[in-house]
């Protein structure tokens, strides 16, 4: 998955 918010890891990791 990716994240919405821009893409960092940490924010990738809380989405997934």
Request: proline letters at 0%; aromatic letters at 6%; zero cysteines.
């Amino acid at each position: 998955m990716f994240a919405l918010d821009g893409g960092d890891v940490e924010v990738d990791n809380l989405i997934r």
